[in-house]
């Protein structure tokens, strides 16, 4: 035979003044009372409920004989304390997206430095980077530098031509090509097709939180990510320099000999004799310095970006156009620094 225990329900509700109790079962108190419990023979279960303000109306003619009590919450702050602090103008006030972005660089190339001389360098991931940025990049920078090594020929010839000048070509191709269009010209092939990587990938794992994961897993990014980039970039541009510029005497010397029938050998005979070794070196430094500047600013970019997909597309956009002005504003500083004063490296090949 089986007994049954019947709960018997106590209910209690919260009000400011009094508190009343019906037929022993119902009970409600005041401000303090935040529990639902159910009272029966057998056992006893509590809830806890949030504490919240009531009006409370008891209507006495219900059918079941037992006070009516509906319960209707208002939902009035009594906390006559001031919603929220005075504002400020620094309340509001945040850094413009390109400062803090700014200051990002320079934090990041500082990481990269120290990392590197601690010797902490993701050596497999830097030979992959290398070989993407090097022999991957080799055709379009090559392709790019005949091209502007002909129509500067096509300039040159036709004007040297008028002074009687035909000698003279070759040592001027050879000192633009080193000095200024071979670094220049492949910094921006590179940033165009290496930086705008290098900003996209890092945005789409900032945005899908693939960074956090690294450092979760005990991995740091600047190691991991940033470094191996940056040094790929670094010995990959100097490189690619000496095989454009190259590339770009070989096709003026081809484009005069069949076009203007100014022979091969004159255009070499008056480069040689027009360059030094510092040409070369310089363009050499100039190229590492712009490979710095690409990987730094596209790195920096890509782990800061925001937003989305959106937000990796902006960053991929201004992540090239602000290493182009990077380039053009650093070629400015280290041509003021190493060509300073007047020359005379064209004396020798008049």
């Excluded at 400020?88 to 934090?107: A, D, M």
């Excluded at 992959?128 to 991957?136: A, D, I, N, S």
């Excluded at 890092?202 to 945005?207: A, F, K, N, Y």
């Excluded at 008056?270 to 790195?299: E, H, N, P, T, Y």
Aim: charged share 15%.
């Amino acid at each position: 035979m089986q007994t049954t225990s019947q709960l018997h329900p106590t209910y209690y509700f919260s009000s400011r003044r009094s508190s009343i109790r019906s037929n022993g079962r119902m009970k409600l108190r005041g401000w303090n009372s935040s529990q639902l419990s159910f009272n029966g023979r057998g056992q006893s279960l509590r809830f806890l409920t949030p504490i919240r303000k009531t009006r409370l109306f008891v209507i006495s003619n219900a059918d079941d004989g037992h006070a009516y009590a509906p319960v209707i919450e208002e939902d009035i702050n009594t906390n006559h304390a001031p919603s929220s602090e005075p504002e400020t103008f620094f309340s509001k006030w945040s850094p413009p997206k390109y400062l803090w972005r700014g200051l990002s660089v320079l934090v990041l190339a500082g990481q990269v430095i120290i990392r590197t001389l601690k010797g902490k360098v993701h050596w497999r991931n830097t030979l992959q980077q290398l070989e993407r940025v090097g022999p991957k990049s080799v055709g379009v920078c090559l392709l790019t530098s005949a091209f502007v090594g002909m129509a500067f020929t096509i300039q040159f010839v036709r004007e040297f031509t008028r002074l009687g000048l035909n000698r003279s070509v070759g040592g001027v191709l050879a000192l633009a090509f080193s000095r200024e269009l071979s670094p220049v010209v492949t910094s921006i092939v590179v940033a165009g097709r290496i930086g705008s990587a290098f900003a996209a990938e890092l945005g789409t794992m900032q945005v899908s939180e693939q960074t956090d994961t690294l450092r979760v897993l005990g991995s740091n990014p600047v190691d991991y990510l940033v470094t191996p980039r940056v040094i790929a970039s670094s010995l990959a541009l100097p490189f690619l320099t000496l095989m454009c510029f190259t590339v770009g005497m070989a096709s003026s010397a081809l484009l005069a000999d069949s076009v203007y029938g100014i022979s091969i050998n004159i255009i070499l005979d008056s480069a040689q004799r027009a360059l030094r070794s510092w040409d070369i070196i310089s363009a050499m430094i100039k190229s590492q310095v712009f490979g710095m500047i690409i990987s730094i600013v596209s790195c920096a970019w890509g782990v800061t970006t925001m937003g989305g997909a959106k937000g990796v597309g902006e960053s991929t956009t201004s992540a090239v156009v602000i290493s182009l002005v990077g380039i053009f504003m650093a070629d400015f500083a280290l041509s003021y620094c190493f060509f300073q004063g007047a020359g005379d490296s064209l004396k020798n090949c008049v």
